[in-house]
């Protein structure tokens, strides 16, 4: 079992930056594929990045087109955490954001399949205001 709790959503203004963290507890070395998704009213749940730990300090990120450029994903093992950053953001940026945890053989299979990640957080609401 994976815990996950997201935190640091909020208010920002468009522009501005957000940083989001997931802190992970439990069998955490049981799960090597971490995603941020997130789902505004109204919309279906969206991948918005994952990390997949590779090994050996090995990660690969994967972002979303909605935020590839002006994202970063990051994961510190030692403090088991995962960060998601978010640049220049847009109002379309609104949602709520969740963290989800994943085991996959292979990079490329950490993606967005919502229904195959079995762990998730409560989730974390960012309204971005003009």
């Known amino acids: 079992q994976v815990q996950l709790a997201e935190s640091g959503g909020g208010s920002v203004e468009i522009g501005g930056s957000l940083i989001l963290s997931c802190a992970l507890s439990?069998?955490?070395?049981?799960?090597?594929?971490v995603g941020w998704f997130r789902q505004a009213p109204g919309k279906e749940r969206e991948g918005v990045a994952t990390?997949?730990?590779?090994?050996?300090?090995?990660?690969?990120?994967y972002y979303a087109a909605s935020v590839r450029g002006r994202s970063a994903i990051d994961q510190d093992n030692f403090k088991k955490t995962v960060t998601l950053q978010i640049n220049k953001v847009k109002l379309e940026d609104t949602a709520m954001y969740y963290c989800a945890a994943a085991n996959y053989e292979n990079e490329w299979q950490c993606r967005f399949q919502i229904d195959e990640y079995p762990y998730w957080g409560q989730g974390t609401q960012v309204t971005v205001s003009s």
């Open positions: 439990g069998d955490t070395s049981s799960s090597n594929c």
């Open positions: 990390v997949f730990s590779g090994g050996y300090g090995i990660f690969n990120n």
